[in-house]
């Protein structure tokens, strides 16, 4: 999911779907340390995605303080 996507969405769709990243996250992690995980470079997607969520809602918070 792109930023412009992302800044579409409201403040309370963001933290879902950042709570969603973060268990997929965890579930990533776990298949590695399981040695089931076969494309390692999907951690890197979702924690990369998970990041771009959080500064969107950081966005959205310094503008609403504004």
Known sequence: MNAQ???AKT???LKTELANLKK???NL???QATGQLENTAQIR???RAAARV???LNEKAASAAE
């Open 29 to 31: 992690r776990f298949q």
């Open 24 to 26: 997929e996250s965890f």
């Open 45 to 47: 997607k979702a924690r």
């Open 5 to 7: 996507e992302l800044r």
């Open 11 to 13: 403040p309370d769709e």
């Open 54 to 56: 959080k500064t969107i």
